[in-house]
């Protein structure tokens, strides 16, 4: 295992042992990792007591769901190194990365945190190439410098507390190449929270969301995120984003819909 930098990795998981263990592999530059499982039924807690076993440096706690935001929170606030590293299970540094992190530890005291690249495994393709990515984000934060905002439902992040800089290069891979009966299950899923969260925050329903934002969607991903370079691949995963924009906006509207008129049975009237 290589020399450790001050950073702790922090990943929220529950049965993820199909993927974990190659997450863990990618973080042995880390001085410590923290992982927070909200109840594994499958083989996720004995895989990491074998890592534990072998000497690396994870602490391994249990913590009942508070959901997406609420869960990254808690696991942020167990790091004890001066900076922390989002990371989901199903996520790995690629070689980029882990080489270009001590220089991303070294940042000036005016950068509190770093926005990084992510590259997504496609069915049928592999990892994208580098030319393509989706928008970068922030997973990288000083210690006491950043929370995540615990109104959201989904698609989390970390609000920082000061400036956030680019990472020049490398990139999370993600892998968990779900087959299309599973990904639009999880389109319906995260489709619901971010609605859900939309009209609890009283935000109305747009017609132009619903009408336009799906191609828009598909045209950010296909051509300015460049997943054209992926074949049919990249179309398929472009068009899977789609129909999640088009599924929240659909679902904003008939939330809205059903509080401003209730359905109600009105046959015999007609």
């Not at 049965?15 to 973080?27: K, M, P, Q």
């Not at 509190?112 to 990515?133: D, K, N, S």
Request: charged share 25%; glycine share 8%; hydrophobic share 35%.
């Amino acid at each position: 295992m290589t020399s450790k930098l001050p950073l702790s990795a922090f990943i929220i998981c529950l049965n993820e042992e199909g993927y974990l263990g190659n997450c863990i592999e990618s973080l042995d530059q880390c001085a410590e990792i923290v992982i927070v499982d909200s109840g594994s039924t499958d083989g996720t807690a004995p895989l990491v007591q074998s890592y534990i076993d072998k000497g690396w440096p994870i602490r391994f706690m249990y913590e009942p769901w508070r959901g997406y935001a609420g869960q990254k929170q808690f696991a942020l606030e167990q790091c004890s190194q001066p900076w922390c590293f989002n990371i989901d299970a199903d996520e790995r540094l690629d070689a980029p990365l882990r080489k270009l992190l001590p220089d991303l530890l070294r940042a000036p005291a005016e950068t509190v945190g770093w926005r990084v690249a992510r590259r997504p495994y496609l069915i049928g393709y592999g990892y994208t190439p580098v030319q393509v990515h989706e928008r970068r984000n922030l997973r990288l934060i000083r210690r006491g410098r950043g929370r995540y905002d615990l109104s959201q439902k989904v698609h989390e992040g970390i609000v920082p507390d000061g400036r956030v800089d680019n990472a020049r290069s490398g990139s999370l891979l993600h892998f968990r190449p779900l087959v299309m009966d599973e990904q639009i299950l999880k389109e319906n899923k995260y489709s619901s929270l971010k609605a859900d969260q939309q009209f609890e925050a009283g935000k109305p329903p747009r017609s132009y969301k619903l009408v336009f934002g799906p191609a828009l969607y598909f045209f950010r991903l296909y051509f300015r995120n460049g997943l054209w370079r992926c074949g049919l691949p990249g179309f398929i995963e472009a068009m899977t984003g789609a129909v999640y924009a088009f599924l929240t906006a659909a679902k904003i509207y008939q939330r809205h819909a059903l509080k401003a008129r209730p359905n109600t049975d009105d046959a015999l009237s007609h």
